[in-house]
């Protein structure tokens, strides 16, 4: 165990549902991450939250949505998704916002979206 | 364009001998270069950072080597077991701070 539990482990949705991932850590970290795996690709970076202040969007369509209520809590809202966005979804999290410290991964979401 | 190019996308070794990844990168100027390890269906675990003033860090069996020139790392294990057989990723860091992974490759270690 890593510290950074997510729920739920597998989600199938369909393109007009309403659903969200939930990502807690208790390692007192200050920063928080949202990744995105599909096969054969490298993990791409979604969001970042610091101090729970979003930092950092990189250009993630509008039905991803994140919220941070407080530093131990992440989610990813989901809706209206497309196939396409079927994949393993990874929350992190790191003491800081700074690549000089490692960061600790959850076992991850595999979202289907039919 | 920048990318981070993993070698190769499988590796197969047999065990005993010393397993060799590469990651190599473009357009960025890393201040520090991670490696993690991934299982199917579980998130990376972190094995090894290094600075880019530091030309070698080991951790046991592990040896990670980092070329700001080359612009390549390099990702060692030496005496391999079956139980080394994962994925592989390597991470930089950009000019936001933020990590930019590689996108892995896959090691087996036959017996």
């Known amino acids: 165990e890593t510290g950074v539990t997510q729920t739920p482990r597998h989600l199938v949705m369909g393109m007009t549902n309403k659903k969200s991932l939930k990502c807690e850590q208790h390692?007192?970290?200050?920063?928080m991450y949202w990744y995105k795996q599909s096969a054969k690709k490298p993990l791409e970076l979604m969001f970042v939250?610091?101090?729970?202040?979003?930092?950092e969007n990189n250009s993630v369509p509008s039905r991803f949505s994140p919220e941070c209520p407080n530093s131990s809590h992440l989610f990813l809202h989901l809706h209206t998704l497309q196939p396409e966005d079927s994949a393993l979804y990874l929350c992190?999290?790191?003491?800081?916002?700074?690549?000089?410290?490692?960061?600790?991964f959850g076992q991850g979401t595999r979202l289907t979206v039919v | 364009s920048q990318k981070i190019e993993q070698n190769s996308e499988a590796l197969n070794i047999q065990e005993g001998k010393t397993a060799t990844l590469t990651c190599n990168y473009t357009?960025?100027?890393?201040?520090?270069l991670q490696w993690y390890r991934q299982d199917p269906g579980r998130g990376p675990v972190f094995l090894l950072l290094?600075?880019?003033?530091?030309k070698e860090k080991r951790k046991e069996r592990l040896k990670v080597t980092f070329d700001t020139t080359l612009k390549q790392s390099l990702f060692h294990i030496t005496a391999s077991q079956p139980a080394d057989s994962a994925t592989y990723l390597c991470?930089?860091?950009?000019?936001?701070?933020?990590?930019?992974f590689g996108a892995g490759t896959r090691l087996t270690v036959k017996p």
């Open positions: 992190a999290s790191s003491q800081e916002y700074r690549m000089n410290t490692e960061a600790f």
């Open positions: 991470a930089l860091d950009t000019n936001n701070n933020d990590m930019r």
């Open positions: 390692l007192g970290h200050n920063a």
């Open positions: 939250y610091s101090l729970e202040e979003r930092v």
């Open positions: 290094i600075r880019e003033n530091e």
């Open positions: 357009n960025y100027s890393p201040a520090y």
